[in-house]
């Protein structure tokens, strides 16, 4: 991927080293609004949603690898890169401007408005905050561990996570909260259409990305396709428990996250993310 020496995106914010606030500070108003709250008979959600957000102290700041700074570049070249083509993109199919995301790294652990979370759960998208939460090291992993190297592939993760955002700002994600909270679908396949549907805009994603900026080398489209199928729920369960349990996919089989993100990319037709939630499910 052609991506060194271009803009990169100023929407990042870097945590990466600093300590989770935790109990101190905003959590020590949490605990004294929910006491408040359980004493006066008040919900305690409505006091902490008017509680400020919890910010780590940068003075507490621990060491950062000097080596990551240039995939913290990379990173924010691509996150450039996804702002241009959906701010491009979106008002032309949705009929409002495009709300940049933020996205958030972070070491080990990280604080955010959907609940504190694990470098284990890998990259995240909080549709509360609008924000992406990355721990760098997930991209060796990538490589390393699911065997997926190359830097498109990791662009990718990248573009899949800000499908999320987008998924978001159209409703879809209320959408799936709406359906999964009643009768119907289950909230497996709501979520598998979710991945899904956020594999297909990353795809979506590559394809303007080439038209606008000619970003791609020789076999990046292979590289992002060969993640795709490495973060499938029926690859990654073989590879951890030696056997597959369908019922408890969220993600998609690898067949189907290659399959959609390939649609996206050949199409570049942001209107058909729609399909992911009219067809029927055994067709995905």
Not at 15 to 21: E, F, I, L, S, Y
Not at 101 to 123: H, I, W
Not at 252 to 265: A, D, I, K, P, V
Request: aromatic letters at 8%; a negative charge; glycine letters at 10%.
């Amino acid at each position: 991927m052609r991506w060194s020496g271009r803009r990169q995106s100023t929407n990042i914010d870097d945590r990466r080293g600093m300590p989770v606030a935790g109990i101190a500070g905003g959590g020590i108003l949490a605990v004294v609004a929910i006491l408040y709250a359980l004493f006066t008979g008040q919900d305690p959600t409505r006091l902490l949603e008017q509680l400020p957000p919890a910010v780590a102290d940068d003075q507490g700041r621990g060491s950062v690898d000097p080596a990551q700074e240039p995939l913290r570049e990379f990173t924010a070249v691509v996150l450039a890169d996804t702002e241009d083509v959906w701010s491009e993109q979106f008002p032309q199919v949705f009929g409002q401007p495009y709300e940049l995301p933020r996205l958030v790294l972070f070491t080990g652990q990280v604080d955010s408005a959907c609940g504190l979370a694990s470098a284990a759960v890998g990259p995240f998208y909080c549709p509360r905050d609008q924000q992406a939460y990355l721990d760098l090291d997930f991209f060796g992993q990538v490589q390393d561990e699911l065997g997926a190297p190359g830097d498109f592939a990791m662009a990718y993760v990248i573009a899949h996570e800000i499908g999320h955002h987008v998924q978001n700002l159209v409703g879809v994600m209320d959408q799936v909260d709406r359906a999964t909270g009643g009768p119907g679908a289950s909230a497996n396949e709501m979520s598998v259409r979710l991945e899904l549907q956020a594999d297909y805009l990353a795809g979506v994603w590559a394809h303007h990305a080439q038209r606008m900026k000619g970003i791609l080398e020789s076999g990046d489209v292979e590289e992002a396709l060969g993640a795709a199928s490495a973060v499938g729920d029926d690859t990654l369960q073989a590879r951890q428990q030696g056997y597959v349990v369908p019922d408890s996919f969220t993600h998609g089989r690898s067949e189907q996250r290659l399959r959609w993100f390939r649609r996206g990319w050949e199409t570049g037709d942001v209107a058909g993310m729609r399909e992911l939630f009219e067809v029927a499910y055994e067709r995905l």
